[in-house]
């Protein structure tokens, strides 16, 4: 069965920088739209950013201008890059794949990674 595995989180100052990556565990073909989402404790999961095979975005707007989402389609892998960290982008981020094929004619819908902590201390 195939995973997203999520990396880059950690401990951060506010105002400072981390960069999330996330890909699949095994060979697959292609992922149609990836996306981070995030959560905080006593929150729910909420929506950072997506971004299309063919490379369109679309951003939270608590972190437009200061999280970039990108994907190298050559290896189906997703990364968030987030500056200007600020206490309440503390929480555990999420990576999502909407649609993986992983046979000629398999799908996998709704794909998520197990998570990666991310806190801003300020």
């Known amino acids: 069965q195939v995973q997203l595995v999520e990396s880059g989180g950690g401990l951060v100052q506010a105002g400072g920088s981390l960069r999330l990556s996330c890909a699949p565990s095994?060979?697959?073909?292609?992922?149609?739209?990836m996306g981070w989402y995030r959560q905080a404790p006593g929150k729910q999961r909420e929506l950072v950013a997506t971004i299309t095979s063919g490379g369109s975005t679309n951003y939270a707007d608590s972190v437009q201008g200061r999280f970039t989402i990108s994907r190298d389609n050559t290896k189906n892998t997703v990364y968030l890059q987030m500056n200007s960290l600020k206490p309440e982008d503390t929480a555990v981020y999420y990576c999502n794949a909407d649609r993986i094929r992983v046979g000629a004619s398999k799908y996998l819908f709704g794909s998520w990674g197990q998570g990666t902590q991310v806190t801003v201390s300020s």
């Open positions: 095994g060979n697959i073909f292609s992922i149609n739209t």
